[in-house]
């Protein structure tokens, strides 16, 4: 038998069921029951459906049918026809039985099988269960089984009609440009504050964001590299990091200075990365994304460890120092016909 065969085995009607039921206690085996609609599978349906062949040794799912499911849940409802929610539903492994259920409510098949149990997924409680006292007066077990996950049906459906709310973007034209700008950001781009964690420390320094935009005009794309080796130490995380930045960002695009990437070091200097400048990780993996050469790119920083990661890389290494930005800005313009 070939795996559709066996899945289709699995799908029987209610006066087959009656026969693969008697077989199964006639074996003396522990019969389990659940229904539902099964709409659009999803994880927790899998996980619950796993929990409950646990609970027994053979599991029959009830499948509701299209009628049943527009009646008690939307006339618009369900999305996915009954006999390809029932192939799914036969296609998991912890299932051994599949039938459609007509009715909304299971009472009539629990009644003419008498499972002994009867299993629910879901928020319910064993009390709540409108089948459950008949179930318990033929002696069979209610039980319940909690959801691992957060997602449902409805909720699936919600976020595809949001997306779909939603035009696909157009892609970024191509365009050529000069060469590449590398900035170090703390003491270069903003005031160093050691450990810098907290957005509202940011201080952009004067003449920077109008430097950035005579560099931008230029054809210049623009990039950041920085150390942060304050996350390696447990100063600060990953996403304190990216707080700060997100702050120094608006506060630049507020004035249309835009910044490609940003590339950070995480390590300390006890940990000997090829990232961490002086060392030339970053300003390579930035030229090799960018598709430039060294002689078409620029370092800009206010330390030796700068000067130092810029040359070795073959960059034109610039620095920030008291005069302020607006003098790197000048020397890389002087540069540029040097690197067209």
């Not at 003396?28 to 927790?44: E, K, P, Q, V, Y």
């Not at 201080?203 to 964001?209: D, N, Q, R, T, W």
Request: with cysteine.
């Amino acid at each position: 038998m070939n795996p559709g065969e066996k899945i289709l085995s699995k799908i029987l009607s209610i006066d087959q069921m009656d026969e693969w039921v008697a077989g199964e206690r006639a074996a003396s085996r522990r019969i389990g029951f659940t229904c539902g609609s099964f709409d659009l599978l999803h994880a927790g349906h899998v996980q619950y459906l796993c929990a409950a062949r646990e609970l027994c040794d053979r599991l029959i799912v009830a499948v509701n049918s299209d009628k049943s499911v527009s009646r008690y849940k939307s006339p618009l409802r369900p999305i996915v026809p009954e006999r390809e929610r029932m192939y799914v539903v036969a296609g998991l492994a912890a299932v051994d039985a599949v039938t459609l259920m007509e009715e909304d409510r299971p009472l009539t098949l629990l009644l003419r099988w008498k499972p002994d149990l009867y299993i629910k997924g879901g928020d319910y409680t064993a009390d709540a269960l409108r089948s459950g006292d008949a179930v318990r007066e033929y002696g069979g077990k209610i039980e319940v089984i909690r959801s691992g996950f957060e997602t449902s049906t409805s909720k699936l459906i919600e976020r595809v009609g949001a997306l779909a709310a939603h035009g696909e973007p157009e892609s970024a034209a191509a365009q050529n440009f000069r060469g590449l700008v590398l900035l170090d950001r703390d003491g270069t781009l903003i005031r160093n504050v050691p450990f810098l964690h907290d957005p509202a420390k940011v201080e952009v320094f004067p003449g920077v964001i109008d430097g950035l935009l005579k560099v931008q005009a230029a054809g210049l794309r623009l990039a950041i590299v920085t150390n942060q080796q304050g996350i390696g130490l447990g100063y600060y995380t990953v996403q304190d990091f990216i707080a700060v930045n997100q702050r120094l960002l608006r506060e630049l695009g507020a004035r249309g200075v835009r910044i490609s990437k940003i590339y950070f070091c995480p390590h300390s200097l006890a940990d000997q990365c090829s990232c961490r400048k002086p060392a030339t990780g970053m300003i390579t993996r930035a030229m090799r994304d960018f598709d430039v050469t060294p002689e078409q790119t620029f370092l800009v920083g206010d330390s030796d460890d700068d000067m130092r990661a810029g040359a070795d890389a073959g960059c034109q290494a610039i620095t920030v120092d008291a005069k302020g930005f607006e003098p790197a800005v000048e020397q890389i313009l002087s540069l540029l016909p040097a690197v067209q």
